[in-house]
T-cell receptor, first 112, second 112 residues
Framework: NAGVTQTPKFQVLKTGQSMTLQCAQDMNHNSMYWYRQDPGMGLRLIYYSASEGTTDKGEVPNGYNVSRLNKREFSLRLESAAPSQTSVYFC???????????FGSGTQLSVL | QKEVEQNSGPLSVPEGAIASLNCTYSDRGSQSFFWYRQYSGKSPELIMFIYSNGDKEDGRFTAQLNKASQYVSLLIRDSQPSDSATYLCAVNEETSYDKVIFGPGTSLSVIP
C-alpha cells in the first residue's frame, strides 16, 4: 500500500456520532476513491474525485460526504453514523481510471 | 445502475488444475477491465487488466475479453494453494472513465 495512507486503521463509534476518515497520497495521482466492502458484496464505490476540487457520487453515497481540497488528500465524513455503515473502508487512487485503481490498507469501522 | 456480475463461488480446484473465473458487465461502453486478487484481511491488488477483445497472458494468468458478449474471464493455469483468494472483476464506466465499479467477487480455493 505504498503511496496511500489511511487513518485511522480501526474505529468504533456509537450510533449518531460523527467522524472523518482521512486518506493521503504521495503518488501525485489525479483520481482518488472511497469504497466500502461488506461480506458477500464486493467493493462498492461511495464517492470519487477525478481531480482536485471535484467530487462525484458513486454507487452508495447516502450518509457520506467527501472533501478533496488538494491533490494529495481525500477525506470521507460520516455526519451521523448508523449501524448499517459498519464496514471496511478503502481509499484508492489512480492516475486515470482507465489503468486501474490502487488501494490503501483499509479502515475497519464498527458502529454500535 | 451499471452492474458487474460474478459467480460468488466458492470455486474449488485441485492443485495444478486450471481455474476459470467469469464476469459479465452491463455498460457496453466500458473501456477497461480489471482483475484483482484479495487475500483475507488484506487490500485488493491488481493482477491483470485488458482493453482489447481477445486474450492477454501474463505468466500463469490469462485474461479474456469479449465486448460483444460483455464478458471477461480470468484463467489461472497450474493453480497453486497460494492462489486461494477472492478474485474481483472491475470495469470503468463509459460516462466517466474514472468511475471504476467492482463485482461481488469469486472465492477460489485450491486444494493441495
Amino acid at each position: 500500500n505504498a503511496g496511500v495512507t489511511q487513518t485511522p486503521k480501526f474505529q468504533v463509534l456509537k450510533t449518531g456520532q460523527s467522524m472523518t476518515l482521512q486518506c493521503a497520497q504521495d503518488m501525485n495521482h489525479n483520481s482518488m476513491y472511497w469504497y466500502r466492502q461488506d461480506p458477500g458484496m464486493g467493493l462498492r464505490l461511495i464517492y470519487y474525485s477525478a481531480s482536485e476540487g471535484t467530487t462525484d457520487k458513486g454507487e452508495v453515497p447516502n450518509g457520506y460526504n467527501v472533501s478533496r481540497l488538494n491533490k494529495r488528500e481525500f477525506s470521507l465524513r460520516l455526519e451521523s453514523a448508523a449501524p448499517s455503515q459498519t464496514s471496511v473502508y478503502f481509499c484508492a487512487l489512480a492516475d486515470r481510471g482507465l489503468w486501474g485503481v490502487f488501494f490503501g490498507s483499509g479502515t475497519q469501522l464498527s458502529v454500535l | 445502475q451499471k452492474e458487474v456480475e460474478q459467480n460468488s463461488g466458492p470455486l474449488s480446484v485441485p492443485e495444478g488444475a486450471i481455474a476459470s473465473l467469469n464476469c459479465t458487465y452491463s455498460d457496453r461502453g466500458s473501456q477497461s477491465f480489471f482483475w484483482y486478487r484479495q487475500y483475507s484481511g488484506k487490500s485488493p491488488e491488481l493482477i491483470m487488466f485488458i482493453y482489447s477483445n481477445g486474450d492477454k497472458e501474463d505468466g500463469r494468468f490469462t485474461a479474456q475479453l469479449n465486448k460483444a458478449s460483455q464478458y471477461v474471464s480470468l484463467l489461472i493455469r497450474d493453480s497453486q494453494p497460494s492462489d486461494s483468494a477472492t478474485y474481483l472483476c472491475a470495469v470503468n464506466e463509459e460516462t466517466s472513465y474514472d468511475k471504476v465499479i467492482f463485482g461481488p467477487g469469486t472465492s477460489l480455493s485450491v486444494i493441495p
